[in-house]
Nanobody, 122 residues
Framework: QVQLVESGGGLVQAGGSLRLSCAAS????????MGWFRQAPGKEREFVVG????????YYSDSVKGRFTMSRDNAKNTVYLQMNSLKPEDTAVYYC???????????????WGQGTQVTVSS
């Protein structure tokens, strides 16, 4: 089992910034990926970004590329999502996710955090 705990959501004005954190604990894997997803009201959950732990390579969705940055802290087993130039359409519940293996996929994740709300006002 892997436990994921997100933090850092909140309310921000359009154009502002927020940083989300996700701390992982529990079972260890030799190869894995961590990702961020989001789900807006009335919409399906969508992939935002993923990072391959072995080489820190990141993959972003087109909707956030250039505005969001995912990073990691090995010592803390924590990943971060720095969100800049936020738009009202970024409003959603953001979820941290974990999957074993080395492929950064947009689905098929094994473990999920509880989610944190991000609201961007216009």
């Amino acid at each position: 089992q892997v436990q994921l705990v997100e933090s850092g959501g909140g309310l921000v004005q359009a154009g502002g910034s927020l940083r989300l954190s996700c701390a992982a604990s529990g079972r260890t894997f030799s190869s894995y990926v961590m990702g961020w997803f989001r789900q807006a009201p009335g919409k399906e959950r969508e992939f935002v970004v993923g990072i391959r732990w072995s080489d820190s390579r990141t993959y972003y969705s087109d909707s956030v590329k250039g505005r969001f940055t995912m990073s990691r802290d090995n010592a803390k087993n924590t990943v971060y999502l720095q969100m800049n130039s936020l738009k009202p359409e970024d409003t959603a519940v953001y979820y941290c996710a974990f999957r074993s293996g080395g492929l950064v996929l947009t689905s098929s994740y094994d473990y999920w955090g509880q989610g944190t709300q991000v609201t961007v006002s216009s």
